[in-house]
């Protein structure tokens, strides 16, 4: 199969490279002896009790790294910075929805408030290894409040603010929460949106409550943050201004074990409940502040970053609050969508507090490409030197786009490949040093070791697709899942188990230069008259089309073929929308696919929809659109951003 266009290749910059963080021979240093590179990464943090062994793995896939090694998150995070004299820098430049609300946080200032919250939620009796739930919207007191989990040892759930009661009310129930810290609305689009509502019919004291109460739950902690009504219950809930600013701001941080559990993070997995990912202290600590210091070349004191996640996700946590906070980053947290109050917020805010290095995901990037060129070329976006991607394989339209528009052409692109369950960045090109090709992950980090193989574990050639695996434990590895190790082994470690290979649920390939490319989950592989063509390569090729701002394509049943390529588009904004239009477009992409990939790759149908279905993290459900190409009806569609988008697909796409 002939791959869609020529690759281009962009060579690191000199001057950039003279500058990086990041050196050529970590590579050859991190591969000589992997656990002397992971000893010397943890050094960048401040340990109480030194560890007497990098990593203990007689109980794989348990791994316990830097075992005995004492340290306290919160202080690697907040105090030590403050310690080093640079109290007075900006820890978090805070930006709500409502366009005259902002505030600025300093380093001292995060240390008081992360100190005075310790001091009240232990004065409720909460202890290290306690569970409490957070559902908040982005707001410093969100950053606070899971510093100060953090600082108590107290594992921290963190659930999205868009997810609903129903969802809120398993992940307290599975993980036991002692309490659930959250908000009194959240502002979206404009407008308060209620939030302390869903918490009550989660924890079963309203009418609409989703079960009885919640066993678990004492207290709940309040941010007033629109002044919306709220129901009261005064024996559980607390207001969070009435309590925690007369704490004192004296604190002093324990050190916990290495292996102590930081948080849980739910996620969801093929089948059944959220999994809850656990991540413990001392590795993922290491791997997150190491990957935030060379991925995104971090200048502390220079830079101010800016991860675009949500805190509900693992991208919030690891490079929103304690990658780049363990660095001492200066970081932009804005509340809100991109397009509130219009489509120029990320760009006016980047152009207000000089945002140098920006991290984002394609969808948004993508969404960007439709809202047209002419948003960021009017700005001065000139601060910006680094861009990242993460969070699906970036097509390479996409990838110039963001590099042309947003990074004004110079500068370096990094696409980072992780998951919830790695807990850090695992590949990604190292800005100054490798080079990079839009679309390609490129290499696996210093001290990643990562494996492409068929299903009876054997290495493929080149170019050809297999399963991505990781070969070795890695710092940041997830330890389990909460209550359920029986399903951690299943899911990550029985597909190769003699191998003892990490089974990531991806596909992947190298290209002729060595260079790694995933192709989107193995699920999404389809495999057309026994060729296998992958879903990202079919949509990269239909994005490439002048007419289409978005694709997604899925593989369904197939009497003669096995599967046939079925694709969903939506179209860049047009005068013209008629459906004669639209059906000559489809003909035309057809024949682009065609061309460009291979005359298999072909789609057999072309639907024209007015949007795609997604869920609330932006991320395509293509379950539902494989449910529709292979004509079931009902699945499930709670989890969608807008639920009536399958009938609108229905009722108004265009098919060919
Ligand atoms: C899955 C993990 C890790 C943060 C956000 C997502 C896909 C992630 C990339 C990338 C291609 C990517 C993979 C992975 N993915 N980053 N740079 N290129 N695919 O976390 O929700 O745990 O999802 O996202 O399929 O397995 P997640």
Redesign the pocket.
């Known amino acids: 199969m002939s791959t869609h266009e020529t690759v281009e290749t962009f060579a690191p910059d000199p001057d950039f490279a003279a500058q990086a963080n990041a050196r050529a021979e970590d590579y050859e240093r991190a591969s000589a002896d992997r656990l002397a590179f992971w000893d010397e990464q943890a050094r960048r943090l401040d340990w109480s009790t030194e560890w007497s062994e990098v990593l203990d793995w007689s109980d794989a896939p348990v791994a316990k790294w830097y075992v005995g090694g004492t340290l306290n998150t919160a202080y690697n995070c907040v105090d030590r910075h403050v310690e080093a004299g640079n109290g007075d820098r900006v820890a978090l430049h805070w930006v709500g929805e409502p366009t005259d609300d902002a505030r600025d946080i300093t380093y001292a200032q995060l240390k008081d408030e992360v100190s005075r919250t310790a001091n009240y939620l232990s004065s409720l009796g909460l202890v290290a290894g306690d569970r409490v739930a957070i559902y908040m919207p982005l707001l410093p007191e969100t950053y606070i409040a899971m510093l100060a989990c953090a600082r108590l040892g107290l594992t921290h759930s963190v659930v999205f603010a868009g997810f609903s009661a129903q969802a809120l009310r398993s992940r307290v129930d599975d993980a036991e929460a002692k309490v659930v810290i959250t908000a009194d609305g959240q502002f979206r689009r404009g407008k308060p949106a209620p939030l302390k509502d869903g918490v009550d019919e989660a924890l079963g004291d309203s009418l609409d409550s989703v079960s009885g109460p919640a066993e678990s739950v004492q207290k709940v902690l309040v941010v007033r943050r629109t002044g919306i009504d709220v129901d009261w219950q005064s024996d559980r809930d607390v207001w969070w201004d009435e309590v925690i600013p007369e704490q004192s701001a004296d604190h002093t941080p324990e050190a916990f074990d290495s292996e102590h559990p930081l948080f849980v993070l739910y996620?969801s997995g093929t089948t059944g409940k959220p999994k809850g990912i656990i991540h413990t202290t001392g590795g993922y600590l290491t791997q997150a502040s190491y990957t935030h210091h060379v991925v995104f070349d971090h200048k502390p004191g220079e830079d101010v970053y800016w991860c675009t996640?949500d805190v509900g996700?693992?991208?919030g946590h690891t490079y929103g609050v304690y990658g780049p906070l363990s660095n001492g980053a200066t970081c932009m947290v804005y509340e809100g969508t991109p397009n509130s109050p219009d489509e120029h917020r990320h760009f006016q805010i980047i152009e207000k507090y000089g945002v140098s290095i920006y991290y984002a995901?394609p969808t948004l990037i993508r969404t960007f490409m439709k809202w047209g060129r002419q948003i960021p070329a009017g700005h001065d976006l000139s601060s910006i030197r680094l861009l990242g991607?993460?969070?699906?394989?970036?097509n390479p339209e996409a990838w110039r786009w963001y590099r042309d528009h947003v990074g004004g052409s110079a500068v370096p692109v990094v696409?980072?490949?992780?998951?919830?369950?790695?807990g850090a960045i695992m590949?990604?090109p190292l800005p100054g040093v490798t080079a990079a090709k839009p679309g390609s992950?490129m290499r696996p980090l210093p001290g990643i070791d990562v494996s492409i193989v068929d299903g009876d574990a054997r290495e493929v050639a080149a170019e050809d697709q297999g399963y991505l695996v990781i070969t070795e434990p890695w710092p940041a590895m997830l330890r389990g899942i909460w209550g359920d190790m029986e399903r951690y082994r299943d899911t990550y470690w029985s597909r190769f188990a003699e191998e003892g290979y990490y089974f990531?649920?991806?596909g992947a390939k190298w290209d002729a230069d060595g260079d790694l490319w995933?192709l989107?989950?193995v699920d999404d592989v389809m495999n057309i008259s026994g060729h296998r063509i992958s879903t990202s390569e079919v949509e990269s090729a239909l994005v490439g089309h002048d007419a289409v701002a978005e694709a997604a394509v899925v593989g369904a049943a197939d009497d003669t073929t096995g599967q046939a390529i079925v694709a969903y588009v939506i179209l860049r904004e047009s005068a013209d929308d008629s459906e004669e239009r639209h059906r000559a477009l489809i003909d035309e992409l057809r024949a682009a696919v065609s061309r460009d990939i291979s005359p298999i790759a072909k789609p057999r149908d072309i639907t024209v929809v007015p949007e795609l279905p997604k869920t609330r993290?932006g991320?395509i459900m293509r379950r539902l659109l494989k449910d529709m190409a292979e004509g079931r009806e009902g699945g499930d569609t709670s989890t969608l951003s807008d639920p009536t988008i399958i009938d609108q697909i229905k009722s108004k796409g265009v098919k060919g």
């Open positions: 996620t996640a996700w693992v991208t995901a991607s993460v969070g699906e394989p970036i696409d980072t490949w992780w998951q919830t369950e790695t590949i990604s992950a990531a649920g991806d995933v989107g989950r993290s991320k």
